[in-house]
């Protein structure tokens, strides 16, 4: 079992940055990719980003590729999101996951754990 808490949403206006973290509890952290998915009012949770177990492999969707940035710090127990250049669509909760593989997925349905998300909202 991993838990995950999500935390750094808040306010923001467009074209400021956000820096979100997901500390993770469990000894197995390491062991598994992450992602990181998003949903905004009256739409389906979408994909953001992900990085492998190893921290090599990194992916994104095309909305937010070159403005975010995934990373990991295994010693914290905490995947980070990195959000540069914020426009006001990407307004949602995000929302952190668990894959128990090494290489991470796009797909939702391949993740296990999730934590209860943090709202992120980017005025214009």
């Known amino acids: 079992q991993v838990q995950l808490v999500e935390s750094g949403g808040g306010l923001v206006q467009a074209g400021g940055s956000l820096r979100l973290s997901c500390l993770a509890s469990g000894r197995t952290f390491s062991n598994y990719a992450m992602g990181w998915f998003r949903q905004a009012p009256g739409k389906e949770r979408e994909f953001v980003a992900a990085?492998?177990?190893?921290?090599?492999?990194?992916y994104y969707s095309d909305s937010v590729k070159g403005r975010f940035t995934i990373s990991r710090d295994d010693a914290k127990n905490t995947v980070y999101l990195q959000m540069n250049s914020l426009k006001p669509e990407d307004t949602a909760v995000y929302y952190c996951a668990v894959r128990r593989y090494a290489t991470a997925s796009y797909y939702l349905s391949e993740y296990t754990y999730w934590g209860q998300g943090t709202q992120v909202t980017v005025s214009s």
């Open positions: 990085i492998s177990r190893s921290g090599g492999m990194t």
